[in-house]
Structures are given as structure tokens and as C-alpha cells.
């Protein structure tokens, strides 16, 4: 393989992927499995994350392997080798004429290693990066600079992870992958500095630490920009990171570039036949086929579920995922990240409030039948309280600083978010009490409730208020305490993830260890459980045997 960089076996013995040299290691290693150029593929991944970086220019990645790029595949799909071609479907549209109907797919020359070879990363951790020994490029490239456009992404609370496991294995049956090939993985932790209990000696599920790692949709994919084919794609259409199962030929060179270690090489025939997949769930509305699990031979990771978002399965699916329906404590809120009315952006930017809308919502009476629980009840605050069943002062003083601490947006709620209709709840229920008689904004109830400036005392003597929507924050706060930490995996590196997580992040010796539910209780594979001594999430590679 040529190389024009300057720099070129400067700092070789330093590992540059963000999962350490273990996993570095035993990618090179798999690579050798293919016909393809092992060497193109590391140099390839190691500066598609120096450009997400941005040590390295697109255009200078680009046109440094082109020329390899050519001989290796006979072609050069990557997006920039083609900057006037028009949009990635006209692009997509000639390659498949390539490999139309009669001729054979490319991916079936590879090289089969056998079944159940696979193995992924534990999930999360982090190696001393080091520092850039050339001055970063002025400009690194932005793949969706429009923040207009929907960019789908989550918010994931970890503080209230239970470690179920019930999205594992709600992602599995909805895409079918193979067992281990986990799209969606929860991991149990510890770091030196912060520790879980032993998995059968716990006071609360809540005393463990977890890490919840889908695929994180980065705005600016490395694993993109090194595809030969346009397989592994940004779609236009919310940001997702797909790869085309048709146009995959399973050179692996994404999951090198990958730095979050969440793509899975499908060795075998899968365990689900093609006829008994869901064909709404296998192709988006352009009719590429990006979903459910992957044919053999090519590669698959979490996609954040396109038929949802394309409503090719009901309009009221759209704006959902199976993880994040299928959580019982909702620490998953999918929606769009570029909308400041939506969950995953509400969840991020007043955690207290929308844990206290998660939980009030399902505690009130219902509005369609306060009224009647009402009816012959005094209006004044003791009488509510004594008259009616599952209204006592503290939902009714969490409701009224919902109320008070209410926001108007411009943008509408987008489709199957749901923090919007809790609030409605609550909001309603707290009109009702007023219309009733109750006057919940008036001093006097106000005062009753602890809701006026002049009698809060607040957990230090730091917090100042000046008016009652800064009490009512106080009192959601009381209620349900604010995230100690917010973050995004690999900030530092550039690649803009679309996930943003709340909770303790795991330190760069975190380490693996069970959880209070095992995979096998749920019916799925952990094969990253088997870690070797002294490794770590960040460092450790599992023993896929």
C-alpha cells in the first residue's frame, strides 16, 4: 500500500483506536480473514478518525487512498471521491447497476471464517489519546450543518438504569440479529473510583453502574468515510448511519474506523430465514434494504429502526424505537435532537422535571374521572387532599411547579415522543383543581404548598431563588435529584455523536462486571462477559470462542 503522508510510521507503536490495542489487535487479525488489503484497512480507519478529529482534511483522505482504494476494489464510492455526482441515491443507483441481477455479488467472494468467530467490543472506556503532533485543519467537514433538518438521536439516563435488559432483547426481536451480535448492549461496571455490587448481594438495581451502548449515529462517521461502496451511508433523511445490505461486500473496513466498537460481521447464514422476516422491516422508504438482520456475509449494527421513522409500520410508531418502548423505567428517550420540544432534548435539558413528569403522570387521578372524584369535595387545599383518593400535598405541589415551571415552544412535539402528552396530564389534572375552586396560584396555597420565595429553604446555602418558577425547580429537584453528569462517548475525538447519556461516566479503568440480570436469564448472549484479568471496557476483547 503507497502512502504520500509525511508522517507516515511516526508513532506505529501507539495504538490509535480509542478501544485500545487489544481491540485493535484482534481487528488487524480479522481482517487477514478477508481478501481484502489488511493494511489499506488499518491505515484507512486510523485516519478516518484523525479527519473526525480534525488532524486530517477530507479532501487530503480522500485523495491520499484513492489511488490504493482503485486497485484494491476497482472503484471509489466513498461520498467525497464523487462531490457533483447529486445526492447518495444516484450515486447508490450506479453502483447497483453494477451489481445487477445475473452477476455476482462481490461479497460472495469473501473469504468465510466459519460460523460464531465474531466478537465485539465490552462497550465503553477510554486510552490516553495522543497529542496531534500537526496543527489541526481549519476545516474537518460537517455532514448535516443543517440543524433545521430532524436528526434523530437519544438521550439515556443512566442514573435510572435498571439493567433489565428488556431493550437487548426488545431490539432482538424486532431486527432478529444473532444472539450476541447485540445491537443494543447494557453493561454493569466499575472503574477503580466507582463500584457495583456482587449480582446477588444488593440492596436496589440503582446501586449498580451501567452503560448503555447503542450505536451512537455520529454526525461525522468515520466508519463512513472509509466504505469503498457507499454501503455504510449518513442517510439525508434524520441523519441515520445505515449500510445497504445489497451493497455491502464485507471488507470490514467501517468496523475498524468504528470507534465505539458496535459493528458485527455476520459469519454465517443467519438463525432467522429471509422468508420469515417482516419485509416492512427490512427496507426504508427508498427501498434499500438497511434493517433487520444482515445476510451473510456483510455488516450490521443498531440503526435506529428506519421503517419506524418512515412510517412504513404506522404513522403512531414513527418518532419511536423498540429499546426505548420496551424500557420499563424510560431511561431511553429517542426523538429528534435538533428539536428542543422533544424527549431526548427535554430529558437533556431539565432531567428533574421530565423524570417528575415520567413518574407524576401515572400517580394522579385520571382527568376523566376527577371531576366526578370531586363532586361534594370543599375547595380548599385540606379538603381536596382528604376528599379525594391519590391526590396528597406533594403531587399536588409537583404539579403545580409542573405548571409553574412550564415552557412554551415554537417547534411542535415531534411524532411518538410522550413527556409532551405526561405534561398535558398534569396540567390538566392541576385546570380541573382549579376550576373546581381550588386556587393553586394564589398566595395563601402557595405558601401551603412550600412554593413561595420567602420560605424556601433550599439543601445549601448556594441556592438563591427570586421567583416561584425557580422555587418550583427546587422542589422538582427535592423531588427527583438533578444528573450528577451529562456526556457523550469520545467527545474529544470529533465525531459528534447522537447520544447523549446522563449519569457517571465510565473512567478509563472501567471494567465489566455481572449485572443484577444476567443475558441468559433474558434469553440472549453476553459474549463479552469472558474479559481477561486486568483489562478493561475501553482496552478488554472478549473471548468469542
Known amino acids: 500500500m503507497s502512502s504520500d503522508d509525511p508522517t507516515a510510521g511516526e508513532g506505529d507503536d501507539e495504538p490509535f483506536h480509542p478501544l485500545g490495542e487489544s481491540w485493535q489487535d484482534e481487528l488487524e487479525d480479522l481482517l487477514d480473514d478477508t481478501e481484502y488489503d489488511t493494511e489499506l484497512g488499518m491505515e484507512m480507519g486510523k485516519d478516518a478518525i484523525r479527519v ?58 469473501l473469504k468465510k471464517a466459519g460460523a460464531g468467530v465474531g466478537f465485539a467490543s465490552l462497550g465503553w472506556g477510554a486510552v490516553d489519546q495522543q497529542e496531534p503532533e500537526q496543527e489541526a485543519v481549519d476545516d474537518p467537514g460537517e455532514v448535516h450543518p443543517d440543524e433545521d433538518a430532524t436528526q434523530w438521536g437519544m438521550t439515556i439516563d443512566l442514573e435510572y438504569c435498571d439493567g433489565c435488559l428488556s431493550c437487548v432483547t426488545a431490539c432482538n426481536a424486532e431486527h432478529n440479529w444473532d444472539l450476541g451480535a447485540n445491537w443494543m448492549y ?118 435506529f429502526d428506519p421503517p419506524r421513522q418512515d412510517g412504513q409500520v404506522g404513522d403512531e410508531l414513527v418518532g419511536t424505537t423498540a429499546c426505548e418502548v420496551a424500557c420499563p423505567p424510560s431511561v431511553i428517550q429517542f426523538g429528534d435532537k435538533n428539536n428542543p420540544n422533544s424527549d431526548p432534548s427535554r430529558y437533556q435539558e431539565n432531567p428533574a422535571r421530565a423524570r417528575t413528569l415520567i413518574r407524576l403522570s401515572t400517580r394522579l387521578p385520571s382527568p376523566d374521572d376527577l371531576p366526578s372524584m370531586l363532586e361534594g369535595v370543599g375547595t380548599d387545599l385540606d379538603a381536596v387532599i382528604s376528599g379525594v383518593d391519590g391526590l396528597d400535598e406533594q403531587s399536588i405541589t409537583l404539579a403545580t411547579a409542573v405548571q409553574l415551571t412550564n415552557v412554551q415552544y415554537d417547534q411542535e412535539a415531534p411524532p411518538g415522543d410522550t413527556l409532551v402528552d405526561q405534561e398535558a396530564t398534569i396540567l390538566e389534572v392541576v385546570s380541573i383543581l382549579e376550576d373546581h375552586g381550588l386556587e393553586l396560584q394564589s398566595e395563601e396555597v402557595l405558601r401551603e404548598l412550600g412554593l413561595t420565595v420567602d420560605q424556601f429553604q433550599g439543601p445549601s446555602e448556594d441556592i438563591q431563588v427570586d421567583n416561584r418558577e425557580e422555587v418550583a425547580q427546587q422542589r422538582l429537584q427535592e423531588y427527583i435529584e438533578p444528573a450528577d453528569n451529562e456526556f457523550e462517548l469520545l467527545a474529544d475525538i470529533g465525531t459528534n455523536p447522537n447520544v447523549t447519556y446522563l449519569g457517571q461516566e465510565p473512567g478509563p479503568e472501567a471494567h465489566q462486571v455481572p449485572g443484577p440480570t444476567s443475558y441468559e436469564e433474558v434469553g440472549m448472549v453476553n459474549k463479552r462477559q469472558n474479559v481477561l484479568e486486568e483489562e478493561t471496557v475501553g482496552l478488554g476483547v472478549i473471548d468469542s470462542s
Open 52 to 109: 473526525t478529529k480534525g488532524e486530517l482534511s477530507e479532501e487530503e483522505f480522500h485523495e491520499r487512498y484513492h489511488d490504493d482504494v482503485m486497485e484494491e476494489f476497482g472503484e471509489d464510492e466513498r461520498p467525497i471521491a464523487s462531490p457533483g455526482d447529486g445526492d447518495d441515491e444516484g450515486r447508490v443507483g450506479a453502483m447497483l447497476s453494477k451489481l445487477g441481477a445475473g452477476e455476482e455479488s462481490r461479497r460472495e467472494m
Open 186 to 303: 447494557v453493561l454493569a461496571f466499575e472503574d477503580g473510583d466507582i463500584e457495583s455490587p456482587e449480582p446477588n448481594d444488593f440492596d436496589s438495581v440503582h446501586d449498580f453502574n451501567f452503560l448503555v451502548r447503542p450505536c451512537q449515529h455520529c454526525t461525522d462517521a468515520p466508519c463512513e468515510k472509509v466504505c469503498p461502496t457507499t454501503a455504510r451511508h449518513t442517510r439525508e433523511r434524520g441523519g441515520l448511519v445505515l449500510t445497504d445490505y445489497d451493497i455491502c461486500i464485507g471488507c470490514r473496513y467501517c468496523q475498524v474506523a468504528c470507534p465505539y466498537g458496535v459493528n458485527y460481521f455476520q459469519w454465517d447464514e443467519p438463525n432467522v430465514d429471509e422468508e420469515e422476516l417482516n419485509p416492512e422491516m427490512v427496507y426504508d422508504y427508498r427501498d434499500r434494504r438497511v434493517t433487520s438482520r444482515a445476510p451473510r456475509g456483510v455488516m450490521s449494527k443498531c440503526v
